[in-house]
């Protein structure tokens, strides 16, 4: 089929999904279109619109990406149950429709969560942390939706929750996962992988975002919450500590293919979205149970001690004075000085009553 100078594109959003699920950096679809990769981003972002054989060859691009990405793992269809096969329909009436909030949200894991599961595979080592990391942060975004829902960029948040989420330091602390898992059957996966792991936390992350996912340093350096100073410097080192031990992938261009094979090895799924947002509303509740507890329990502490405590102001007791010229009573023998006071006080002459003394029987 020829294509015309007016060629239709698919939506801003769309076409970088599209890029992601090839695993291609904004530069390097650039240079499959032959344009820069600023240019990419402005048309991802809507902020401009490829023309003449630039839109030729950008739509082409898009078109191979589209046929090449309906047998990754990352479709719906790989999930853990079959696709309807009238997905298409149901899309194109519900595209002329208001989507609810529940479609909205299934839109959004659709769209997201299997690739988020792979990156963070890639950041623990762990299948399983990895699946609990994207349900959870799910779970937190369908808890938070109207506000999730207007956000600038809601792949970016619950991307970001998920990644803080599964590099959190608390795991190490959780029984199911002290010892490591399995390693990946592949020698060169393997390699890879301990490489990444061996990497700092925030250099690991900024190294994923950069090489892995496309992103530009300033969007990385936000996400990863880093001045662009400090993630440049991250990423210089990470690209360092790889190439010392795996030389093959000093190109970034080659770091960037390995990433998305080494992801793309583990057939790692994820759940429906419907059991996440069970799952966020069973949570929800919980602590919302637990708040109400625990209010309860601070107002009947507080009552209590209304009820025992003093209803009138009780002084303290003073210290006891020291009487200058007494001798303390300190057991065992007295001394000279003390022996002295004591014949001195028994010969003086009392001016006073009569003191009383009991009278031998």
């Not at 919450?225 to 410097?233: D, F, P, Q, R």
């Not at 990423?235 to 293919?257: G, I, M, N, S, Y």
């Not at 949570?283 to 009138?312: E, H, K, N, S």
Request: hydrophobic share 40%; with cysteine; glycine share 6%.
């Amino acid at each position: 089929m020829t294509r015309s100078a007016g060629t239709p594109l698919p939506s801003p959003k769309e076409r970088r999904r599209l890029r992601e699920a090839g695993f291609l950096t904004p530069d390097q679809a650039a240079a499959r279109v032959g344009v820069s990769g600023k240019t990419v981003r402005a048309w991802e972002s809507g902020r401009s619109t490829p023309r003449g054989r630039q839109r030729e060859a950008y739509a082409a691009l898009l078109a191979t990406l589209a046929g090449s990405a309906t047998a990754r793992p990352e479709d719906p269809e790989d999930w853990e149950g079959p696709e309807d096969e009238d997905q298409d329909e149901d899309a194109e009436t519900s595209a002329s429709a208001p989507l609810t909030p529940a479609e909205a949200f299934d839109a959004l894991y659709a769209h997201c969560a299997p690739a988020l599961v792979r990156q963070a595979y890639l950041l623990t080592g762990r299948r399983e942390l990895a699946r609990e990391s994207v349900e959870r942060a799910f779970q937190f975004a369908w808890q938070r939706w109207p506000k999730v829902a207007v956000d600038p960029d809601p792949p970016g948040w619950v991307r970001m929750t998920a990644h803080e989420y599964a590099l959190s330091p608390w795991h190490r602390f959780r029984p199911r996962y002290r010892h490591p898992e399995p390693p990946p059957s592949d020698a060169a996966d393997r390699a890879l992988l301990d490489v990444l792991l061996a990497l700092p936390p925030s250099y690991r992350r900024t190294l994923l975002l950069y090489d892995g996912l496309g992103l530009g340093l300033p969007e990385t350096a936000a996400e990863t919450e880093a001045s662009t100073l400090a993630a440049a410097s991250r990423l210089a080192h990470a690209r360092q500590a790889v190439a010392a031990r795996l030389p093959d992938l000093a190109d970034p261009a080659a770091l960037h293919r390995r990433l998305a094979e080494l992801a793309s090895a583990e057939r790692l799924r994820a759940a429906k979205p419907p059991a996440v947002r069970l799952g966020s509303e069973r949570r929800a509740r919980l602590w919302t149970r637990t708040a109400i507890a625990f209010t309860v329990t601070i107002i009947g502490a507080t009552a209590l001690t209304l009820r025992t405590a003093p209803t009138r102001y009780e002084p303290p007791v003073p210290p006891g004075e020291t009487v200058p010229g007494i001798p303390r009573a300190v057991p065992g023998p007295l001394s000279d000085a003390d022996l002295k006071l004591r014949a001195r006080l028994r010969a003086h002459t009392s001016h006073g009553p009569e003191r009383l003394a009991p009278e031998p029987r």
